[in-house]
């Protein structure tokens, strides 16, 4: 079955500290993994997709299929940085579908 | 203005009753969704269309109906048959064929409260 953990409900940072949102998968094919936000009072957005390999605000996220991983790190957290944080897998039929995680609230303290 | 617009943001609904929610969108997006947002379970897929006149069951279909006769619109019925109906819906589009399968465009979403 296709499903995806994030363990955390709540991550409290300090400014200035490192962030990692954990994200773990479950699928049997080649998933194609993405990271979605969500800033207070702005809707759902794409923040990253593993397949570009890039960096977006500092962010950045490795898939790693043998420990099936797509963790999202950030060396130095912002204040701006706190928000809804969401992991999402697609598998490999062309639909658009895809299945979230629970969610991560991330809170960076000043 | 693009985007996907959600009416209405808040909507209040007494019990047996059938309530639609809209999503309209104008980004030209061949495929639409609806997703279910709950306090710690993430979002869940309810339907999905990919081409006008067809749309498909997702996860959580039970309780709701859809309907896609327009290209720019994606209604949404609860129904009084879904048990637990109080939630954050939220609707998404995407462009096909996209490069990226994954990259959905979201609306702000409408709660809807049973009373």
């Known amino acids: 079955a296709q499903r995806v953990t994030q363990p955390e409900k709540l991550l409290s940072v300090f400014k200035g500290a490192p962030v990692e949102l954990k994200c773990n998968y479950s699928?049997?094919?080649?998933?194609?993994l993405f990271w979605y936000v969500q800033y207070s009072r702005q809707r759902l957005q794409l923040l990253l997709r593993?397949?570009s390999r890039e960096s977006i605000k500092g962010f950045t996220a490795d898939l790693n299929k043998g420990e099936t991983s797509f963790h999202l790190k950030k060396p130095f957290a912002q204040e701006e940085d706190s928000a809804m944080y969401y992991c999402?897998?697609?598998?490999?039929?062309?639909?658009?579908?895809?299945?979230f995680g629970q969610g991560t609230t991330l809170q960076v303290k000043p | 203005d693009g985007g996907i617009t959600q009416s209405p943001k808040y909507l209040f609904r007494k019990e047996g009753q059938n309530v639609t929610l809209s999503c309209e969108q104008n980004?030209?997006?061949?495929?639409m969704y609806w997703y279910r947002q709950d306090p710690g379970q993430g979002l869940r897929l309810i339907y999905y269309?990919?081409?006008?006149?067809?749309?498909q069951k997702g996860d959580i279909a039970e309780g709701y109906s859809v309907s896609r006769e327009k290209k720019e619109s994606f209604p949404l019925t609860v129904t009084s048959a879904q048990k637990n109906p109080t939630a954050f819906y939220l609707c998404?589009?995407?462009?096909?064929?996209?490069?990226?399968?994954?990259?959905?465009?979201f609306g702000e979403g409408s709660r809807l409260t049973v009373l």
């Open positions: 269309s990919q081409i006008v006149n067809d749309f």
């Open positions: 699928y049997s094919g080649s998933p194609e």
């Open positions: 593993h397949i």
């Open positions: 998404a589009s995407r462009g096909l064929p996209s490069p990226w399968v994954g990259e959905l465009f």
């Open positions: 999402a897998l697609s598998g490999s039929s062309n639909t658009g579908k895809l299945i």
């Open positions: 980004l030209n997006h061949d495929a």
